[in-house]
């Protein structure tokens, strides 16, 4: 009785869209209704789509710019907080408040931050004596500067989970190292990274399925522009079914997004019974 109500949102609006998107994506339709039957064709244009290598890249691209960046100004971040400090309170909010926000209002906001004429970012620049910078006109500038939006959503989500962390490793552990001579450096890297090693390997994980997902900051600030410099493959998932009128290609190219992200899913998985085995 209490499994039902769950059990019928999850049909309805999980387990019935993927049936209908695995029934499109082997039909060639411009709309939800029923289409003339291709069979493997949608998926074997893939391969000759220049336009889906292109939102491959640039989902490689800006997931290897946004996952690493993220996680390594979180920890420090957490290190640096995880010490007594005046307002450390106020600190730590402030810099996880990014990662609340909409993903909709930070690209508004940040698309009036970063604009090229009247642009806080560029008026900032020329107070410096600098030029201004085609932040979100020039097609590799459009693609650094959601790198750096993204990152700073999301770095303090990974300050938060590497604070937990580093709380849980023994005080009595560093003190002894700290007793026999080891310097801070040789702390963190001989005790302080191994130990964060579990945590570490599911924030990567998340991350990469965060960035993998990423698509209303994109959508408000470059619509996946100049060109196609920053359209990543679930945005051209979007464009293919509301904008082409392909449905059963753009499901197609959905699943193939699905089968990366469940891919993963399971080494999150996987990464999560390592660290509860660890701890």
Do not use: H
């Amino acid at each position: 009785m209490f499994v039902g109500p769950a059990a019928l949102l999850f049909l309805a609006f999980s387990l019935i869209p993927i049936i209908i998107a695995i029934t499109l994506s082997f039909q060639d339709t411009q709309t939800l209704g029923e289409g003339r039957w291709v069979g493997l064709d949608n998926f074997s244009q893939l391969g000759s789509d220049r336009l889906f290598r292109t939102a491959l890249l640039n989902t490689l691209v800006f997931t290897v710019g946004t996952v690493p960046t993220a996680m390594a100004i979180g920890l420090g971040l957490a290190i640096a907080l995880n010490r007594p400090l005046p307002g450390r309170s106020v600190l730590r909010a402030m810099f996880f408040v990014p990662m609340v926000a909409a993903g909709v209002v930070v690209g508004v906001v940040m698309s009036w931050i970063f604009n090229t004429d009247y642009g806080v970012a560029n008026n900032a620049l020329e107070m410096l004596g600098l030029d201004r910078l085609p932040w979100l006109t020039s097609p590799r500038m459009a693609m650094l500067t959601l790198i750096i939006v993204v990152v700073w959503t999301r770095i303090g989500f990974c300050m938060v989970i590497y604070l937990g962390a580093l709380q849980s490793i023994p005080a009595e552990v560093r003190e002894a190292a700290a007793i026999d001579g080891a310097g801070p450096w040789a702390r963190f890297r001989a005790i302080t990274l191994p130990m964060l090693t579990p945590t570490t390997s599911i924030l990567l994980i998340l991350n990469v399925v965060f960035s993998l997902q990423a698509f209303d900051v994109i959508y408000v600030m470059t619509g996946g522009g100049p060109g196609f410099s920053t359209t990543v493959l679930i945005q051209y998932v979007f464009r293919s079914a509301f904008q082409d009128a392909r449905m059963g290609y753009a499901a197609a190219l959905g699943l193939v997004l699905v089968a990366i992200l469940l891919i993963f899913t399971l080494l999150r998985q996987r990464a999560a019974k390592r660290a509860e085995s660890f701890l």
